[in-house]
């Protein structure tokens, strides 16, 4: 049995991450689909292709909450994410397993992951490997079409558009700055240990005192 382990959402300020692990017998079907890593194709495509692959393959996925992001990561989020990895890994048990690397060193990922197994899989651990083993790509498109999910589940329970939650996107700023001046807090799902949070935060803070500046 072949595994594939890929994630969303590891970087944004906005809501959670989400692993997914698809295990198939082969992958002779995930190629003849065409799946490709999940950032190459249209969000209608990656939506068929998730509802394809789920017919045809064994999915498992983690959906990470903000707040457990920031109680565990403590600056060191490649070690949560192995971990997470390493627990659908389990559940799955494939014989060989390829997984797209966070890390810089895929080798020094691989080893993390392995540190929380309890068996010994046959492990691939490679930079863009959503990009090169077709099981990959089914999971990087399982986990991007249920984080896509969730972010319009959270634009729907707090009104307004949060954008894609990423710190490049002008929408997810103006949100985080607006509902800071509005709230006087942090909106909900929002990751409070990261730079862009506290930045916000403190930026919102100083301009409501310059205000009382004459």
Known sequence: ??????????????????????????????????????????????????????????????????????????GHLNRFEAEVFARLIEMLRAEDVFVDACDVNERRFAGMIMRHLSYRPRLVCEHKADSSYPVVSAASIIAKTRRDAIIRQ?????????????????????????????????????????????????AAKTTKLSDWDE
């Not at 003849?32 to 996925?61: F, G, H, T, Y």
């Not at 307004?160 to 996107?169: E, V």
């Open 154 to 202: 959270i634009e729907a329970e707090v009104g307004r558009p949060i954008g894609t939650g990423y710190a490049h996107d002008k929408v997810t700023i103006a949100f985080l700055e607006n509902w800071i001046k509005e709230k006087g807090c942090l909106p909900p799902y929002a990751r409070r240990s990261w730079a862009t949070a506290k930045r916000a935060y403190s």
């Open 1 to 74: 049995m072949l595994c594939g382990v890929d994630e969303a959402g590891r970087g944004p300020v906005i809501g959670p991450m989400v692993v997914a692990a698809v295990m198939v017998a082969d992958d002779g079907q995930l190629r003849s689909m065409k799946v490709r890593d999940s950032k190459q194709l249209s969000p209608e495509r990656r939506e068929d292709l998730a509802i394809r692959i789920s017919e045809i393959a064994e999915v498992r996925v983690e959906v990470v909450r903000p707040e457990e992001i920031d109680a565990n990561t403590d």
